[in-house]
């Protein structure tokens, strides 16, 4: 079946300084991969969209100079984020698409300290 | 571009009763439909996705219908128990590989004994 990995599950970063997460779809080749927050309390914000062969597109509140991807190929994705601060602690989901499908891996959850 | 609203955002209901959340959206190229569950402290559960040829779907204990005339998706939890209680999602996208799924705002029901 479709699985998805992101890595790490947990992790704590001193304010100012950056983190990097990875996900890696198993058992599929994912043509397009979506990087999403969610802040406490609240729903999932995409942050960028990444299709294979396209540039990586990113929504009004997020770039790519505090949010650099890196998708080298069908099967993997990071994303850092740069200088974390209190506001972008949360859940980091990581979501690859084949088709109409999206499979969603367990997260990346973000405490900054 | 498309955006996803969800209502309520708080739903209590006592053990046996029904649970019904609604989501309008607003792009009418919309074609692919999901609700998703999220327990407290986990990822995304997918419960149902739904084309946008079928109105109405039947999954294990909940019914989803979709109205593409009103652009409105609804989900119908019957005879809600405590472990339903979580965080419900819709999600909304059109059918190119190049769309992104956009999010509702969350809906957290609390199914009480």
């Known amino acids: 079946g479709a699985l998805v990995y992101q890595y790490p599950r947990r992790t704590i970063c001193k304010s100012g ?8 779809a198993v058992g599929f080749q994912a043509t397009s991969v979506a990087w999403y927050r969610q802040s406490p309390q609240k729903t999932f914000e995409l942050i960028a969209l990444s299709t294979v062969n396209s540039a990586i597109k990113y929504e009004q509140n997020f770039t ?6 890196s998708h080298p190929n069908l099967s993997f994705s990071s994303m850092t984020v740069l200088n974390a601060y209190l ?7 990581c979501g690859a698409r084949e088709g109409s499908d999206y499979t969603f891996g367990s997260g990346t959850r973000l405490l900054v300290i | 571009g498309e ?15 029904s649970a019904v959340i609604t989501c309008t959206y607003t792009d009418p190229n919309s074609y692919y439909f999901f609700w998703y569950k999220q327990e407290p402290g986990a990822s995304l559960q997918l419960l149902m996705k739904v084309f946008s040829s079928t109105e109405i779907n039947e999954g294990q204990g909940f019914t989803v219908l979709l109205n593409k005339k009103d652009k409105r998706l609804s989900l119908n939890l019957t005879a809600a128990h405590p472990g339903d209680s979580a965080a419900y999602f819709c999600a909304v996208s059109a059918s190119s590989s190049f769309s992104k799924l956009v999010f509702g705002q969350g809906t957290s029901l609390s199914v009480v004994p």
């Open chain 2, 3 to 17: 955006q996803v609203e969800q209502r309520p955002p708080h739903l209590s209901v006592r053990e046996g009763d």
């Open chain 1, 64 to 69: 790519q100079e505090k949010f650099p991807i």
């Open chain 1, 17 to 24: 300084t950056s983190m990097r997460m990875e996900c890696q």
């Open chain 1, 87 to 93: 506001e972008d602690r949360g859940l980091y989901l």
